[in-house]
């Protein structure tokens, strides 16, 4: 009787410590719309107020990027950051018009708590044509 009150004991203990997900990753790989060739050194970020900020980060000379650890350790926090979380993603490259996407979007598994967000497609500024040849 002992050994299960303290087993019950440990496991509301440990029920304590719990980590809440908000978005556990997200990942992609950018293109040229034009081409279709990976673009290096994409600038990714979100909103700096949110919850959920991220420091930029940059995709890869394959053009794919990866974000995790979007987490909180308490439920007022978990709770509060819901309230506070961006779902935008701003993408930068020079020669491209910047993007956004939205994440409410995009269809994924909740279960899993990870947005893959496949192919993404940046335009390509054109400078104007002056009628020098």
Partial sequence: MKTYI???FFL????CNSTYTL???IDGTIYDKKTNIPIKGVIIY???FAFNF??????NKKGFFFINNMKTKDYDSYYTAR????????FESKGYAK???????YNYDKKLDSIKLGKIYLTPLTLPNNGNK
């Fill in 46 to 48: 979100t909103d700096s």
């Fill in 99 to 105: 993007d956004t996407i939205d994440l409410r979007e």
């Fill in 83 to 90: 309230k506070n979380i961006s779902y935008k993603l701003f």
């Fill in 6 to 8: 303290y087993l019950l």
């Fill in 23 to 25: 978005i556990e990753s």
């Fill in 12 to 15: 509301f203990f440990i029920s």
């Fill in 54 to 59: 991220f420091g930029k980060i940059k995709t």
